[in-house]
Structures are given as C-alpha cells and as structure tokens.
C-alpha cells in the first residue's frame, strides 16, 4: 500500500527541486515512487500540475505506433499513424495515473498565490535515509495517509533533520 505526502514550499522552484531530489533517491533504491507532482498556485490564483510523466505524449506515441502498422495493413501507414497518434493522445490526456489530480487541485486551492507543493506518492522508502535529505529545503507537511501518531512522529522527525543556520558570528 502506497502514502501520500504533500508538502507545501514557497516557491515553485524549491518543489521543483524536492520532486526532483525525491527521483534521484529513487534512482539509488531508497524510495519507491507511484507518482510525484509540484503543483504550483500561480500569482493569477490559476493552479497548474507539473506532472513527473505526460501520459498525453506516452499516449500519442503509442498510437502513432499502433496506428502506423494498422495503417500498413490498409497501404496508408502515413494517415494511420496520424490518426492514432491523435486517440493515442486524447486517451493519454484523459488518464489519470497515481494521485488524483481534482484531488490536488482541491488541496492547492489552500496555498498562497506564488507557493507550490510536491505530492509523492511513496510504494516503500528508506524513511531514515529520505527524510533527512528532503528535510533540508524545508517546507510544510500538508497532507499524509499516515495515522495521526506517524504523522506527528514524521513532523518531529522533520523538525529534528532540518539544516540549524550557522551562528552569526560577532
């Protein structure tokens, strides 16, 4: 069974930056991920979801693949491979893969304008190697699957992780 995570930060950069730190610790076997989504609530008040995979240009190419050796069956492989590539894009944009995204779009309507959040949807992970790693750009648990008593124990390891600044020195 999977956890979400949704953490707030104050910029998109930043959430850019934990999805991608999160991707890099799943290349080194420490995080197993479903799915992983900044989402941004743009000074407009638009939101906009930066998803980690474009299920409409997997889509598209698909088809096109698909539609192209149909096509080849009828001698038109050209107008086979456009009109599957098209489906294949349509089907692809109206997937919806790991977190659901009318679920985080109800979520980013809680953040300030100019603030952005990363969901992660986590298989297994390696808490005590992860955590410390993402807890350095800081940030604000929003939303976990977790119980209320592992949520507060993941807070308090957060807060345990985090980089003190150095002192000002006189």
């Known amino acids: 069974m999977s956890n979400l995570f949704a953490i707030a930060y104050p910029d998109l950069a930043t959430a850019q930056a934990v999805?991608?730190?999160?991707?890099?610790?799943?290349?080194?076997?420490?995080?197993?991920?479903?799915?992983?989504?900044?989402?941004e609530r743009r000074e407009d008040g638009?939101?906009?979801?930066?998803?980690?995979?474009?299920?409409?240009?997997?889509?598209?190419?698909?088809?096109?693949?698909?539609?192209?050796?149909?096509?080849?069956?009828?001698?038109?492989?050209?107008?086979?491979a456009?009109?599957?590539?098209a489906a294949g894009a349509a089907v692809g944009a109206s997937t919806d893969i790991g977190v659901d995204d009318n679920f985080m779009?109800?979520?980013?309507?809680?953040?300030q304008p100019g603030t952005a959040a990363v969901f992660l949807l986590v298989r297994r992970a390696t808490a005590d190697k992860v955590v410390p790693v993402l807890a350095r750009?800081?940030?604000?648990?929003?939303?976990?699957?977790?119980?209320?008593?592992?949520?507060a124990g993941l807070r308090a390891t957060?807060?345990?992780?985090?980089?003190?600044?150095?002192?000002?020195?006189?």
Not at 19 to 39: F, H, W, Y
Not at 158 to 170: M, N
């Open 19 to 39: 999805r991608n730190e999160a991707v890099g610790l799943q290349t080194q076997k420490l995080i197993d991920l479903e799915d992983a989504v900044v989402v």
């Open 46 to 80: 638009r939101i906009k979801l930066h998803q980690q995979v474009s299920t409409t240009g997997a889509g598209a190419a698909s088809g096109a693949l698909w539609g192209g050796v149909i096509g080849l069956l009828f001698f038109m492989p050209f107008l086979g």
């Open 82 to 85: 456009a009109v599957g590539g």
């Open 105 to 111: 779009r109800e979520v980013a309507q809680h953040l």
């Open 137 to 151: 750009y800081g940030g604000r648990i929003i939303q976990t699957s977790l119980s209320t008593e592992a949520e």
């Open 158 to 170: 957060v807060e345990a992780s985090r980089v003190q600044p150095a002192p000002a020195s006189a």
